[in-house]
């Protein structure tokens, strides 16, 4: 990767084009089977893009309680877009139900929706994958309502090589679709929108609104495509460590793990025991572990973590788990 970035193709991608940016924008649109694409410096940035593409300033969003860009973007849709949150509840991967349970019909009271976004896989669900079936679903009841579609896959590789479906077919859902290559495919930055032409020359103005508008970025495009071209398919083995790592903490008295679809491995903690203090003891053992909420931790498979070191990471979480209860005064 260091390599293909050394020996970039670079042009003025805000002036008239960089030839790798166009090389990847070609790769991504084809790999999801949309007419054109558009390279982003982030994932956050992509995901707000496509918000204020397809939403309207006064209206909704409709979106999962923990999806990322609810949760994870710092109030960006209503601060940058003038958009609110209605949030479907409960499990991570949205069914037909939940998405029922969230959009209102219009009424001169309530607030009217404009947009659904799903996110897929699901981040704070575990890496959860949405089946391309059960997104159709979902994206032709939210037509019915005139909802525009946004897909956040920034790991839809991950679900591509989970379920063995291809891109396009989870894209196909959606009217702009965002990966990243800078979680599973270990580029240094990047994402990317794809969906219509015309949406994607609206994308591209409030991409320059967000001051996303680079030069020389053909450095940086070459990067993803050396990870769309050579990491996609090793995204079976972080699949196969997260299993690994999963069934080891699984062990930990009380945890609570549900068996990894993906690289992303939540951890519900046993009663008393606090992300924080895990996160430390398993910092003092080499192991980086992140605190997600108030029960539980979150632990990523990546292209930098072998099988073997992620059997170590799980035993040392594992015994920090049981080592923190034993600690513990009892009552
Ligand atoms: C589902 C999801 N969408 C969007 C993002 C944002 O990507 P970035 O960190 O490149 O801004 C993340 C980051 O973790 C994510 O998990």
Not at 55 to 69: L, S
């Amino acid at each position: 990767m260091r390599r293909a970035i050394a020996d970039a193709e670079v042009g003025d991608d805000v002036l008239d084009g960089d030839p790798t940016v166009r090389r990847l924008e070609a790769r991504v649109a084809e790999l999801l089977g949309c007419d054109a694409a558009l390279f982003f410096p982030s994932g956050t940035m992509a995901n707000q893009s496509a918000l204020m593409t397809l939403g309207r300033p006064g209206t909704e969003f409709i979106a999962h309680e923990e999806a990322h860009v609810v949760d994870r973007e710092k109030c960006a849709a209503a601060m940058l877009s003038g958009m609110q949150p209605r949030l479907m509840r409960g499990a991570a991967r949205p069914t037909l139900d939940t998405f029922r349970a969230a959009v209102r019909p219009s009424s001169p009271h309530l607030p009217q929706a404009s947009l659904l976004c799903i996110e897929n896989t699901h981040n704070s669900g575990g890496g959860v994958v949405t089946p391309a079936a059960e997104l159709d679903a979902i994206a032709s009841a939210a037509r019915a309502f005139g909802l525009g579609v946004f897909l956040d896959g920034a790991r839809l590789w991950n679900a591509h090589v989970a379920t063995g479906t291809p891109l396009a077919s989870f894209a196909r859902a959606a009217d702009l679709t965002m990966v990243s290559f800078s979680k599973g495919l270990g580029a240094p930055v990047g994402a990317a929108l794809a969906g219509r032409r015309a949406l994607i020359d609206e994308a591209r103005d409030a991409r320059r609104r967000f001051g996303g508008g680079m030069r020389q970025s053909g450095v940086l495009a070459a990067a993803c495509l050396y990870g769309i071209e050579h990491n996609i398919g090793r995204l079976a083995d972080d699949h196969a460590a997260a299993a690994r790592f999963a069934s080891i903490v699984a062990e930990a008295n009380g945890a609570s793990v549900v068996p990894p679809d993906t690289n992303i491995v939540m951890v519900t903690l046993p009663a008393g025991v606090r992300p924080g203090d895990v996160e430390r003891a398993a910092s003092e053992r080499g192991v980086g572990i992140v605190p997600w909420d108030a029960t539980r931790i979150r632990a990523v498979t990546h292209l930098d973590v072998a099988a073997a070191d992620a059997e170590r990471a799980a035993v040392a979480v594992r015994d920090v788990i049981n080592a923190i209860q034993r600690q513990r005064p009892t009552a």
